[in-house]
C-alpha cells in the first residue's frame, strides 16, 4: 500500500559510473552459474524419481525404523523405516509441482492484469492497482491457512493460495515495465500505424518486459518453495503419505534428540533449492538488465 | 501536506473495510451450519433453530457482517461457535506474546543489517563485502522455521543451555522470559536481517554512487562522514520500505516459529482454531493480522514524509 516511492527497491535503475568492474561482473556470472546448477540438481532429482528411487518411497518397514546412514539407506531411515534418500527425491517433485503451478497462475492472471493497468487511462486500471495493494496484505501462508480452514488441507489449496498471493507481485513488475515500453518512441509509431492497443500489448509490450518477468518467476519460484514448506510443516500443505520436505521437517521434530539428521536433510534441500531459485533470479536480472548492479 | 495525510488516512480505512469485507465473505462461503456442526448430528430441528438464533446465524448475511464488523474497533470479535467463549479478550492475550515475538526479532533484524548492509556496501569491490552478501544470501534461503529447528538442536538438545520451547510472562518471571524469548527471536529476527541487509547494501550503494556524495568526498569528507551526512537519509527510503514490507512476513513467520517452539501467541490460536474448525475465531485472527499489516503500511507512508522533506510538497 505504499504510495510514495516504488516498494520494490531492487527495480530502482542505478547510475552507471563504471558501477561495476569486472570483479562484479565476474561474480553476478557465478552466481548465475551457481544457481542454475542448483536449480538443475533439483529439477534433475525429481525427474529421475519418476523412472527410479533407492527404495519404495511410501514403503513402511518396521524393521528398519531410524536408521542411520549406511551403504543400503545412504541417508538413514524415518520413524517408519522409510528411506530418507527416496523420500527426498519424491519431496523435490512436490515441490516443483507446487511452485510451477503456484508461479503459473500467477503470471497469467498478474501479467494481463498489470498491463492492462499500464494502458488503461480510466478508473479501472486504477482500481485493478488498489485491489492489488490490498491483496498484498493478505500474506501467502496466512491465504492457504484460510482456504486450509474452509476447504481442508490440500496440496491443491496450498498451490492456489500461494497462487494468489504472487499475483501483486507479477502484476507491479508487469505495470511498471510495460509503462516504460509504452513511453518509448517505437511504441508511439506503432499507435500512430493505427495499431490497437491489445495488438501493442502483445507485439511490443510482452517481448520487451519477457526479461523483468523471467526474472521475477525465479524470485517468485523461490518465494512458493519457501511457502510451501512452511505450509506442510503445519499439516496445511501436502497430505501424507505423499512426501514432501516441509512434512519431513516436521515429523522429525519429535526426534530431535534421537536423530537431528532428519531434520537437517530436508532443511538442506529446502535451503538449496530457495537458494538456487534466488541466485538464477540475481544472476538473470544482471544478463537481462546490464544497468543494474548486482545486487 | 495536511490534504496529503487525509487522503492516506481515507485509503487506509477503505482498505480496512474492503479487507473485512473479503474476510467475512471467505468465511461465509462455507458449507455447512455452524449451529449443526455444534450441536451434531442427532440434535433435533427445533434446538437448532434455537442455536441458530443464539448464534445469529439465521440474520441475512449482510445483517451478521454488520454486527460484526461493528464490534470490532472495541475488541469485540463475538463469541466462538465450538467454545462459547468471547473471542476479543483470546485475541489480545495472544497478541502481547506475538507482539514481544515481532518487535524484539525487527529490533534484532535492525541492529544486525544496518552495519552489515553498509559495510557490504562501502566494501562492495572487497573480500569482507563479498562474504557479507553471500552469507546473506544463504540467510535469506533458510526459513525461520528450520532456523527454529536448527537452533533447538544445537542449544536445547545439544547445549542444553537455552530451553526448547514454552512460554513464560514477563511479569511472571523475566529471567526466564528472557531465556525463552532468545532462541524463537533469534530464529526469526536472523533470517530477516539476511533479508534487510541485502536491501540496506543496495540502497546504499545507490546513493554512493550519486554526485552530492562524490562532491562530499571531493571536498574532503571520509568515506563514513559523507555516508554519515549526506548518505544514509536517503539511502532510508528504500530500507525502510523494505522493513514495512517485513513486517507482514514476520507476523506470518511468527506463525510458524510460534509453532515450532510452542509460544500461546497469535499463530498458535490461528492454527487452533483452524483445527477446531472455529471459524469466527480465524475469522478474527486473520482479521487483526491484516489490519496489523495495513497499519504498518500506514505507518511507513506517513514516515516517507518524515524522512524526506520533498514529498511533503507534492
Not at chain 1, 482500481?127 to 492457504?144: E, H, Q, S
Request: glycine share 10%; aromatic share 6%.
Amino acid at each position: 500500500m505504499s504510495t510514495a516511492p516504488d516498494s520494490q527497491p531492487a527495480a530502482q535503475p542505478a547510475p552507471v559510473l563504471g558501477a561495476r568492474g569486472p570483479a562484479g561482473r565476474r561474480r553476478a556470472t557465478a552466481g548465475l552459474l551457481i544457481g542454475a546448477v542448483l536449480v538443475g540438481l533439483v529439477v534433475l532429482t525429481a525427474l529421475v524419481s519418476f523412472v527410479w528411487t533407492p527404495y519404495d518411497p511410501l514403503q513402511v518397514d518396521s524393521t528398519a525404523r531410524l536408521l542411520g546412514p549406511s551403504g543400503e539407506h545412504l541417508l538413514g531411515t524415518d520413524k517408519f523405516g522409510r528411506d530418507t534418500v527416496s523420500q527426498l527425491m519424491l519431496g523435490a517433485r512436490t515441490t516443483l509441482f507446487v511452485g510451477f503451478i503456484a508461479v503459473g497462475l500467477a503470471a497469467v492472471v498478474g501479467i494481463p492484469l498489470g498491463v492492462f493497468a499500464s494502458m488503461s487511462t480510466s478508473w479501472l486500471g486504477a482500481a485493478v492497482m488498489r485491489a492489488n495493494d490490498l491483496l498484498l496484505a493478505f500474506p501467502a501462508l496466512l491465504l492457504a491457512i484460510m482456504f486450509g480452514a474452509v476447504f481442508g488441507a490440500s496440496t491443491l489449496t496450498a498451490m492456489v493460495a500461494i497462487g494468489i498471493a504472487t499475483i501483486p507481485a507479477f502484476a507491479r513488475i508487469a505495470r511498471s515495465g510495460a509503462l516504460q515500453v509504452l513511453s518509448t518512441e517505437y511504441v508511439l509509431a506503432a499507435r500512430a500505424a493505427g495499431r490497437r492497443r491489445v495488438g501493442i500489448a502483445v507485439r511490443h509490450v510482452l517481448p520487451n518486459i519477457s526479461g523483468l518477468l523471467i526474472v521475477q518467476a525465479s524470485v517468485s519460484f523461490a518465494i512458493a518453495v519457501l511457502a510451501e514448506a512452511a505450509l506442510s510443516f503445519l499439516g496445511f500443505g501436502t497430505r501424507p503419505p505423499t512426501p514432501s520436505w516441509g512434512r519431513m521437517l516436521q515429523e522429525s521434530q519429535e526426534f530431535l534428540y534421537l536423530t537431528p539428521r532428519l531434520a537437517l536433510v530436508p532443511g538442506i534441500a529446502i535451503a538449496v533449492a530457495v537458494l538456487g531459485f534466488n541466485l538464477l533470479g540475481d544472476g538473470l536480472r544482471d544478463r537481462f538488465d546490464p544497468k543494474l548492479e548486482d545486487r | 501536506m495536511l490534504v496529503q495525510v487525509l487522503r492516506r488516512l481515507a485509503v487506509f480505512v477503505l482498505s480496512l473495510v474492503a479487507a473485512s469485507v473479503l474476510v467475512f465473505a471467505f468465511m461465509a462461503v462455507l458449507p455447512g451450519d455452524p449451529a449443526q456442526i455444534a450441536l451434531g448430528v442427532s440434535a433435533t430441528p427445533e434446538s437448532v433453530a434455537a442455536t441458530r438464533a443464539a448464534f445469529g446465524t439465521d440474520r441475512p448475511l449482510v445483517v451478521q457482517y454488520a454486527g460484526w464488523v461493528s464490534g470490532l474497533p472495541v475488541g469485540d470479535f463475538g463469541s466462538s461457535y465450538v467454545s462459547r467463549t468471547a473471542i476479543g479478550p483470546q485475541i489480545l492475550d495472544r497478541v502481547q506474546v506475538t507482539l514481544w515475538l515481532v518487535l524484539c526479532a525487527t529490533a534484532l533484524a535492525l541492529v544486525l543489517a544496518l552495519p552489515l548492509g553498509v559495510l557490504a556496501a562501502a566494501r562492495h569491490r572487497s573480500a569482507s563485502g563479498a562474504v557479507v552478501s553471500g552469507v546473506s544470501q544463504l540467510g535469506i534461503a533458510v526459513p525461520s522455521f528450520l532456523a527454529g529447528i536448527l537452533l533447538v538442536t544445537v542449544f536445547a538438545v545439544r547445549l542444553g543451555v537455552l530451553p526448547s520451547g514454552g512460554w513464560v510472562p514477563p511479569a511472571q518471571n523475566p529471567g526466564e522470559f528472557v531465556r525463552h524469548l532468545v532462541l524463537p527471536v533469534v530464529a526469526l529476527g536472523v533470517v530477516q536481517a539476511a533479508v534487510l541487509t541485502r536491501y540496506v547494501r543496495s540502497a546504499v550503494l545507490d546513493v554512493l554512487r550519486e554526485d552530492y556524495v562524490r562532491t562530499a568526498r571531493a571536498k574532503g569528507l571520509g568515506p563514513l562522514r559523507a555516508l554519515a551526512r549526506h548518505g544514509f537519509r536517503n539511502a532510508a527510503i528504500p530500507v525502510v520500505t523494505v522493513l514495512a514490507l517485513q513486517v507482514a512476513t514476520l507476523l506470518i513467520g511468527a506463525v510458524v516459529v510460534e509453532r515450532v517452539f510452542v509460544i500461546p501467541g497469535l499463530g498458535s490460536l490461528l492454527l487452533d482454531g483452524t483445527a477446531n474448525r472455529d471459524l469466527l475465531l480465524v475469522q478474527g485472527v486473520v482479521m487483526v493480522l491484516v489490519v496489523a499489516v495495513l497499519l504498518v503500511n500506514l505507518l511507513v507512508d506517513l514516515l516517507y514524509t518524515v524522512i524526506d522533506p520533498r514529498l511533503r510538497a507534492g
